[in-house]
């Protein structure tokens, strides 16, 4: 079974990225991946503390949900993350989340010495998100960061989904060129994570 994890990184449980991600996991689910679906707010995450507990054998030294989230997702063949752009960034949920993947960085590259952009990929991921205007280099910021939180992941960016001028909860729901783009996606990325598997 290919197993996958949803990351819901907006503090609105029903905003825009979480109703497009949903479509999408929908879609996914329809193509018959296993997902696992996890709202960041809901979990206690705190920040990265930097006091590199984690410098002996790669593990996180703060003890809370975020072990169990990372082995979920380290368990996993797929992510699919969303995300609303704060201030050009990701939101502080999610940013909390990956910061602690600094733990996994030190793995990675100062425990095992994998060159830089030499590791092996493991799993595929979907990024997903959302702001309220509309400039041309509304995800330029939000892209740079995934693109290294993905790395430490050992994961392809296989899809992005971008959407400008949604800020109003009940936005989303208002296109529904969004809702179907978001549905078709997720169908997508199930059909690439099986192929990719094997099945
Ligand atoms: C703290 C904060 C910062 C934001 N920064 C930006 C921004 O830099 N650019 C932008 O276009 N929208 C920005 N927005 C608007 C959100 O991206 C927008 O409302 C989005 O639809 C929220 O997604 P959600 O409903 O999934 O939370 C910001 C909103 C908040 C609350």
Request: a neutral charge.
């Amino acid at each position: 079974m290919v197993k996958v994890i949803a990351i819901y990184g907006s503090p609105r449980r029903n905003g825009n990225t979480a109703i497009l991600l949903r479509e999408a996991v929908r879609g996914a689910r329809e193509e018959g991946v296993d997902i696992e679906e996890v709202v960041l707010r809901d979990h206690e995450i705190s920040p990265c503390m930097e006091i590199y507990g984690c410098i002996e054998d790669g593990r996180c030294a703060i003890e809370d949900d975020f072990q169990r989230v990372r082995d979920l997702l380290l368990r996993s063949d797929g992510l699919m993350l969303a995300s609303p752009v704060f201030f050009y960034s990701v939101s502080a949920h999610t940013k909390a989340f990956m910061d602690r993947f600094q733990s996994l960085w030190v793995k990675k590259y100062w425990i095992d010495r994998v060159p830089f952009g030499k590791g092996v990929i493991k799993r595929k991921g979907l990024f997903l998100s959302v702001g309220a205007t509309k400039g041309a280099k509304l995800f330029d910021g939000i892209l740079l960061t995934i693109k290294y939180f993905f790395d430490v992941l050992d994961m392809e960016l296989s899809r992005t989904l971008l959407f400008r001028g949604l800020d109003f909860e009940g936005d989303a729901q208002r296109h529904s060129e969004y809702l179907e783009e978001a549905h078709q996606a997720g169908r997508e990325f199930a059909r690439e994570l099986l192929a990719w598997k094997g099945h």
